[in-house]
């Protein structure tokens, strides 16, 4: 089974039937959706090396002022920025958009259920959601929506009750980037961190090595195929999964969205055939009692 575990819909980005035709052309059995959260951008150009540079200084020595430069990509306003130019981050993102696919596509998707604990009550809306089938977990990204991880203890006590994963993007401070703080207070909720970590990486893989609860996605050009493998190595192939964090990055010849890309640099991983399915699927599909 394949289950590409991080995607967000977004249909002027993507539209569904283009999506669906992917999915069969890669044989990608089930897609978790998670709702369009900024406004359509790219990354190319100086934008994309200026990436480059930031991912070598997080794995790297010049570690500290890459976290600066990673930071520096939401604004005081919360904004996301790339050169100056800057795109509105919906503060609560649309989960009902997510929860249409899932009901009119129940065989190819599943949900999850955005939260944003500083703009809502994040655990009322949780509970009314998950009395309805389709949702897989909680997402929340307390980097792009600026509060601290804290904030999300109530949230992670509910998904440890109901045995639902939570899968958090963190920023690089030590309020939104703490990336010990939910495991250690919540140690029966399995947590995925977004992008192998992203932005600690190797400091992230050396403490997920030791608790049995912390798992992590390979998506996103947060990563390249040098660092999935490098994460993959570090962690093992039982804590990663694959996911996209499509439909940014990985062109294919149509402009849109390659959705083999990522699939191929884990198929192309030296490791044995039921590694790569642990990675393909089978990871997330235990840890979200699939």
Not at 13 to 35: G, N
Not at 97 to 116: E, K, M, Q
């Amino acid at each position: 089974m394949i289950i590409d575990m991080h995607y967000h819909l977004d249909e002027n980005m993507e539209p569904m039937d283009r999506l669906i035709a992917q999915m069969d052309k890669f044989h990608i059995d089930r897609i978790a959706l998670v709702a369009q959260m900024v406004e359509p951008f790219h990354v190319k150009g100086v934008a994309e090396k200026l990436s480059r540079l930031v991912r070598a200084m997080l794995t790297g020595f010049w570690y500290r002022l890459g976290l600066l430069a990673y930071e520096s990509t939401v604004t005081k306003s919360g904004k996301f920025s790339i050169l100056g130019k800057t795109y509105n981050i919906d503060q609560l993102p649309d989960n009902n958009t997510v929860a249409a696919a899932v009901a009119a596509h129940p065989d190819r998707f599943y949900g999850w259920f955005f939260i944003n604990p500083s703009k809502h009550d994040a655990v009322s809306e949780m509970e009314k959601a998950f009395a309805n089938k389709g949702w897989i977990g909680v997402k929340c990204h307390p980097f792009w929506h600026q509060y601290p991880i804290a904030l999300l203890d109530d949230a992670a006590a509910l998904c440890s009750e109901k045995g639902i994963p939570l899968l958090i993007h963190i920023g690089g401070k030590k309020d939104n980037g703490d990336f010990r703080y939910l495991p250690e207070r919540h140690p029966k909720l399995n947590i995925i961190y977004a992008h192998a970590g992203v932005p600690h990486y190797r400091r992230f893989w050396e403490y997920a090595k030791t608790r049995k609860n912390v798992f992590t996605d390979l998506s996103s050009p947060y990563l390249d195929a040098p660092l999935r493998l490098a994460a993959m190595k570090a962690m093992g192939p039982e804590k990663c999964m694959y996911g996209t964090d499509g439909p940014f990055g990985y062109p294919a010849d149509d402009g849109l969205y390659d959705h083999g890309a990522i699939l191929g640099e884990i198929q192309d991983f030296p490791v044995s055939d039921g590694e790569k399915e642990l990675i393909a699927g089978q990871n997330f599909a235990k840890i979200a009692g699939i």
